[in-house]
Structures are given as structure tokens and as C-alpha cells.
């Protein structure tokens, strides 16, 4: 009889997941192994694959798949905090002219977005919406009203997301949405690493007047896994000088106002 006990099959963001971390450990997977690793059909690894490919992730060869150099991956918060900290200070200040000081404003989970965070402190009138935990730490003990969305905590970006975060963004409307990205291009639009993460992010966006992404120079035109908003769906993106001029000039021919700070 044999008693090993079969992997149960995951969901299909769960698994994606888990097979994006398995390629940062290695540069292949076999088919095979990843059927075997996610406990799925031999079809269902093939089909995880070929999405990851169609992303730009992967690049699909004999018996399995190969890393690309577009699978992105996503740094611990306090790491994050540390890259291009100068940059990320003047995109936040320049981010402050989409603030009234009676507003209701959104931030997001992004190190860029804590940046603004910091010099909202000032500002008592002012609302901030957050499924931040380090934004809500910021504000927590001065500084505007504060509203936290709830739900599950991913703690690799320190952010409440997930369909739980639906029951309180759907009640609510928000003069501007400050966004973070992990990468952002002209046809792929703005995407991050987690189909959670992205699901929350694409909810906010449509209980926003104004949507203002805040991106330093290294995310501009690169790609990540999960879509979260077209271009179409930006009013501005704020970034520094940095930034590729040929990416901004295709940002600007979809309507999308560019900022450099």
C-alpha cells in the first residue's frame, strides 16, 4: 500500500507563486519537477508555464522552462527603502501637488509611496486610506485622518491584499490614488509580483478620481507578473531623470502625464 500523501493542488495564484519561486532558485525547471513540486497535471504545469512565458518570465525549451531576465523579482520592504532613496525622496515631494489639504487620498504599499507618506504628517485636514502597514505605522500617531483597509497580510511588501480588501474599497471613493509598481510598459501597463497584490491594487484604481503612479527610473519599462492597470487608467506618472526617455516618450503618446522630478 503505498501511504505517501499526494500535494494538494493549489490555486492558480498560489501555485504561480510557487513556481516563480522555484525559478529564482534556479535558472530551469522541468516540467516533470513542477508538476511533481505543485501537485497538479502534467497540463496544468504546461499551461503555469506557458503563461509565464506569454509574461516574458520564461522562455519556454525541451522538457521544461528557462528564467528570463524579466522575471522580477521583488526585494524585502527594507531593502526596497534603500534603492535610489534619493530619487524616491523627489518623486514624493513632487507627488505633494496632487494633495489638498481637505482631500481623501490613497497610498499604496510602495517604498515610494512611505516617502510621501512622511511629508503628509503635517496635514490634519487631510484623509489617507492605507492597506499599508508601514504607512499606517507612520501616520499612526499625528498627522491626517487615518483609514486602513483590511485584509490578508503579505509581508514581503508589508500590505493588506486579496479579496477581503474588497469589502471596504468598494464603499469608498478617493480624490487621488498614490500607486507603487514593480514595473510599468507601454503595453503591458503597470504590474507586480503577486496576482494578490495586483487584484487590490486594480480595485483602488477604480474608486480613484486621479490615479498618480510613482515609479523611480528603474521600473520604467520592465514587466513583472500580474497586470494591475493599463496606461490609460494613469493621470500622471512621477519619476526621476533617470528614467528611459524612450519608454516616457511612448507614455506620453497614451495620454499619460510625465513628471520628472
Known amino acids: ?26 535558472p530551469f525547471v522541468r516540467a516533470e519537477e513542477v508538476r511533481r513540486a505543485l501537485g497538479v497535471s502534467a497540463s496544468t504545469a504546461r499551461r503555469d508555464l506557458l503563461a509565464m512565458e506569454k509574461a516574458g518570465e520564461v522562455r519556454r525549451v525541451h522538457g521544461g522552462a528557462m528564467r528570463t531576465s524579466r522575471l522580477l523579482e521583488e526585494p524585502l520592504f527594507d531593502n526596497k527603502e534603500t534603492q535610489a532613496a534619493a530619487e524616491k525622496q523627489r518623486i514624493a515631494r513632487a507627488a505633494l501637488a496632487f494633495v489638498e489639504p481637505d482631500g481623501c487620498v490613497f497610498l499604496d504599499g510602495g517604498s515610494t509611496v512611505l516617502a510621501l507618506a512622511r511629508l503628509l ?29 483590511g485584509g490578508e497580510l503579505r509581508r514581503l511588501s508589508q500590505t493588506f491584499v486579496g479579496p477581503l480588501t474588497r469589502f471596504l474599497i468598494e464603499q469608498i471613493h478617493v480624490d487621488v490614488a498614490f500607486m507603487g509598481t514593480i514595473g510599468v510598459a507601454r503595453e503591458a501597463g503597470m504590474t507586480t509580483t503577486d496576482s494578490q497584490e495586483a487584484y487590490t491594487k486594480s480595485l483602488m484604481i477604480s474608486r480613484a478620481e486621479k490615479v498618480v503612479l510613482l515609479a523611480d527610473g528603474s521600473k520604467i519599462g520592465r514587466v513583472s507578473f500580474a497586470r494591475f492597470g493599463a496606461l490609460d487608467s494613469l493621470h500622471a506618472l512621477i519619476t526621476d531623470r533617470g528614467a528611459p526617455a524612450a519608454a516616457l516618450s511612448a507614455f506620453r503618446k497614451k495620454g499619460v502625464k510625465v513628471i520628472l522630478a
Open 1 to 26: 500500500m503505498n501511504t505517501a500523501r499526494r500535494a494538494t493542488p493549489e490555486l492558480a495564484p498560489e501555485r504561480m507563486e510557487r513556481l516563480r519561486a522555484m525559478l529564482r532558485s534556479r
Open 121 to 149: 504628517r503635517d496635514q490634519p485636514r487631510l484623509t489617507v486610506l492605507t492597506n499599508s502597514l508601514r504607512v499606517a505605522m507612520e501616520l499612526a500617531s499625528e498627522g491626517p485622518r487615518l483609514i486602513l483597509v
